[in-house]
């Protein structure tokens, strides 16, 4: 598979995420305008992947001229709840003042130094599952995607999978679907599917069920901004997910890089939680699925406390537990 997002000949490549699994497409951004409306429309989205968005769009406001620092805002602001798109942003105006070509060499080691990252986070965490979970092969439990799609390639939740599934050690994945926007059976069981990977796709609900009825041995999780004391937010369902894992024993493990901890937030209270469309909640290609003018109440993500998780995993190893 292609990087997720790349720079080739001056313009920004992403595969699209929009037109999965039906149709594996790439496309290519040659301006702000157009990267921005491919962030809003999540046809590159995931917390790793949005980082990478963010340094090279500031490379195409770079080299298009003009206010470049009024753009790069444009693009940090396009969503707000990954704190990687601003991170990412941020790093390629430190090289604005040594021009375009500096940028874009930055961006470039952003992609490499991503998957890097990521391959590193997902293979700790894949100790800390083993250490945690005694069951051989294991049953996993996915929520959103975190795979090579959410990142530049290899991913980080979904990483930990392809680690134990080179050792031979997944016996299954259950595959929340995700709602509204359904980025797991859409993308997460497309990647399981293409990498050999047993997966059952499950509506969200169907999750707290499959833990009573002992069929997870341990949740995997993204994360889109770790705050200092350790909450993170993730995809709406996350903090759900992880209630119901910690009433059933089951444990929960969140993998992310190091540049989605953000130690501005102190708490996961300090988290801007975007909230999207009602359209997404009340519409299926034009069909309504609620009455006319419905209020909507659609988050995107959510904040799990530190105290319901097992272990937050960084390319550094378990972070250590936030002091009280
Ligand atoms: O709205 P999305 O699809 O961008 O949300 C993505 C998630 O919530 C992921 O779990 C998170 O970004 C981690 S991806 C490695």
């Not at 157009?34 to 790793?48: F, K, M, N, T, Y």
């Not at 470039?108 to 890097?116: C, G, N, P, Q, S």
Request: charged residues 20%; contains cysteine; hydrophobic residues 50%.
């Amino acid at each position: 598979m292609h990087r997720t997002i790349d720079w080739a000949d001056g313009a920004v490549v992403i595969i699209d995420q929009v037109a999965l699994p039906g149709e594996y497409r790439r496309s290519t951004l040659r301006t702000v305008d157009e990267l921005v409306d491919a962030i809003r429309r999540l046809a590159v989205r995931g917390a790793p992947a949005l980082g990478a968005a963010g340094a090279l769009g500031v490379a195409l406001a770079a080299f298009a001229g003009g206010d470049v620092r009024g753009e790069a805002e444009r693009i940090a602001a396009a969503r707000p709840t990954a704190v990687n798109l601003r991170w990412g942003v941020t790093r390629a105006l430190g090289k604005l003042g040594d021009g375009p070509a500096a940028v874009v060499a930055l961006g470039r080691a952003m992609l490499d130094e991503d998957e890097r990252k990521n391959r590193a986070a997902s293979g700790h965490a894949a100790e800390v599952v083993l250490r945690s979970c005694p069951r051989r092969p294991l049953r996993l439990l996915s929520h959103c995607n975190a795979g090579h799609l959410a990142a530049v390639a290899w991913g980080t939740a979904l990483g930990v999978v392809w680690h134990l599934h080179e050792r031979d050690l997944v016996e299954s994945v259950l595959v929340d679907e995700t709602r509204p926007l359904l980025q797991g059976s859409r993308l997460t069981a497309w990647e399981l599917a293409r990498a050999g990977v047993p997966y059952r796709v499950q509506p969200d609900s169907a999750a707290a069920f499959a833990m009573a009825r002992g069929l997870v041995d341990c949740v995997l999780a993204g994360a889109d901004r770790i705050a200092a004391n350790g909450d993170v937010a993730n995809k709406i369902g996350t903090y759900g997910l992880a209630l119901a894992a910690a009433h059933h024993r089951i444990p929960f493990v969140v993998v992310a890089p190091e540049s989605t901890v953000d130690d501005f937030a102190t708490t996961g209270a300090d988290i801007v939680i975007e909230e999207r469309s009602a359209a997404e909640l009340t519409e299926l290609h034009g069909h309504p699925l609620a009455p006319a003018n419905a209020p909507v109440f659609n988050p995107a993500f959510d904040v799990t406390p530190a105290g319901l998780i097992t272990a937050v995993v960084t390319e550094n190893g378990v972070r250590p537990a936030p002091s009280p």
